[in-house]
Structures are given as C-alpha cells and as structure tokens.
C-alpha cells in the first residue's frame, strides 16, 4: 500500500512539474503542443510523415499476412487432395495383394 502511494505521488507530481514547465515555455509562433510539450513545425512535420510511413508499412505487412494466408490455405488444400490420392493408391495396392 505504501508503495502505491508512493508511486502514486511521483506520477502526481511529475505531471505537475511538466504543467508547470509547459507554462513557463516561451511561446513559439511556429511550434506544437503534443502531450504538453512543445515542438517545432519540423520537428511535427518529421513525426506526422514518422506516422505516416509507419501507417504505410503497417498496410504492406497486413497485405503481405494476407498473401501468406490464402497462400498457406492453397497448400493446405493440396495436401488434402494429396492425402486422399494416397490413400486410393493404398487400396489399390491391398486390393491387388501386392
């Protein structure tokens, strides 16, 4: 319990130290506050193409998982088909006593 209200007091006044400084930040004509700390348009700029390209990477893996999907699936239904030859191949054999 005690350890909770000790963790508890950090987060408290950590996040009031960082209100505390944000408000004493000069303002910046072109600047961004994102989760009260503020940067420039470059660098914002450099974080929105960041997120960008992450967004774009994260639709290439999903399209790449899906491929992978239909392409796992094919062989799976090769295998059956595989399978079930095989087994016409065994009755052949058992019913000609080779």
């Known amino acids: 319990m005690v350890l909770f209200a000790v963790s508890l007091a950090i987060i ?18 072109d600047s961004a506050r994102i989760l009260g700390a503020v ?14 390209r992450l967004s774009t990477a994260t639709d290439n893996n ?10 796992a699936e094919s062989v799976e ?5 595989a399978r079930t030859d095989v087994r016409e191949l065994t009755r052949e054999i058992v019913r000609s006593g080779k």
């Open 62 to 71: 999903t399209k790449a998982i899906e491929a992978s999907t239909a392409a």
């Open 39 to 52: 940067i420039d348009s470059k660098k914002a700029d450099e974080l929105i193409a960041a997120v960008g």
């Open 77 to 81: 239904a090769e295998i059956r088909e």
């Open 12 to 29: 408290v006044g950590l996040a009031w130290l960082g209100e505390r400084m944000g408000r004493k930040a000069p303002p910046a004509t």
